[in-house]
């Protein structure tokens, strides 16, 4: 794919949605960050639901820490894995209390400390929570980005190296909420809903024509 064809579709990206953001719900970084960590093989949705009645009790690293891992579950039984996370957000609080003042830290280094936090999560907190111009690939935008020929990769951080090199800057910031988006709604997995596609023309997929 070429380059006047990658600006075109995030041209028309953010023509159709000209503030992206994640469907998350959360208030303050810190819950954006459990939100994150919690949403690892979860749906938004779910992770939604879950905090919906998590933040009213518990929305500090202390208030959370204090609860104790038992007591979190309890909120979060019903998202997949909820035992590791339970037990990753436990620690995650205690370091925040004990090396951050509380804080969540800025950097990827740091944030990539913290016990759940891998690349994709820091990557997400980076681009949401400080505004870097960071990616995180995760299976919508690692779809997206191998169907349309946008950015073809074998693994996730192959097609976020390609996406950081080929997504024209002024549309840096906001990319890693466009192609989720798109993926999520559009260039879905099974049946994607290449008709009525606002990228149709431009997207370099063989087998395109077979959704129509």
Not at 80 to 95: D, H, M, R, S
Not at 138 to 149: A, G, L, Q, Y
Not at 167 to 186: C, M, N, S
């Amino acid at each position: 794919m070429n380059q006047q064809k990658r600006t075109e579709i995030f041209k028309r990206l953010q023509a159709q949605n000209p503030h992206p953001t994640t469907e998350l719900v959360y208030s303050s970084i810190f819950e954006l960050l459990i939100s994150v960590i919690l949403s690892a093989q979860a749906t938004d949705v779910s992770v939604n639901k879950a905090t919906a009645k998590l933040f009213p009790i518990a929305n500090t690293p202390e208030a959370i820490y204090k609860l104790g891992e038992e007591k979190l579950k309890s909120y979060i039984k019903t998202i997949g894995l909820y035992n590791a996370k339970a037990k990753n957000i436990i620690k995650t609080c205690q370091l925040l209390i004990e090396h951050f003042n509380s804080e969540v830290p800025h950097d990827r280094a740091s944030l990539e400390s913290l016990p759940g936090v891998g690349r994709k999560t820091a990557n997400v907190i980076m681009n949401t929570a400080f505004g870097e111009p960071t990616i995180a690939v995760d299976t919508h935008i690692f779809r997206v980005s191998n169907r349309t020929k946008l950015a073809p990769g074998k693994t996730e951080r192959e097609v976020e190296d390609k996406l950081v090199k080929v997504v024209p800057k002024e549309f840096a910031q906001d990319a890693h909420h466009w192609l989720i988006l798109h993926g999520r709604y559009t260039c879905t997995a099974r049946k994607p809903k290449c008709t009525s596609c606002i990228i149709n023309d431009v997207c370099e997929w063989p087998e395109k024509n077979k959704f129509s």
